[in-house]
């Protein structure tokens, strides 16, 4: 079993920035695929921002440019910087571990962006 624990949301003014972090725990395989997914009132559940274990970031087009995600795999932990928040970023994220047995998601984390 992996185990996510997300931590980092809140309440940000437009502009403004937030990071967000997730540590994973278990049963982690050293190859796998690390990222945020979010989901807004009303909305379907969209990728932010994915990573695997070596490899080049993927990004949802609507943060290209704002955010940044990064990885630290000693510790098992991926990094979503948000800068330039926008209110329609407002959502709930959720952290994601997957390798080839598993789909992990996290808790999600609310972050809310005022105008």
């Known amino acids: 079993q992996v185990q996510l624990v997300e931590s980092g949301g809140g309440l940000v003014q437009a502009g403004g920035s937030l990071r967000l972090s997730c540590v994973a725990s278990?049963?982690?395989?050293?190859?796998?695929?690390m990222g945020w997914f979010r989901q807004a009132p009303g909305k379907q559940r969209e990728s932010v921002a994915t990573?695997?274990?070596?490899?080049?970031?993927n990004y949802a087009d609507s943060v290209k440019g704002r955010f940044t995600i990064s990885r630290d795999n000693a510790k098992n932990t991926v990094y979503l910087q948000l800068n330039s928040l926008k209110p329609e970023d407002t959502a709930i994220y959720y952290c994601?571990?997957?390798?080839?047995?598993?789909?992990?998601w996290g808790q999600g984390t609310q972050v809310t962006v005022s105008s």
């Open positions: 994601t571990y997957r390798d080839g047995h598993l789909l992990k």
């Open positions: 278990g049963n982690i395989i050293s190859i796998n695929t």
């Open positions: 990573v695997a274990s070596g490899g080049t970031p």
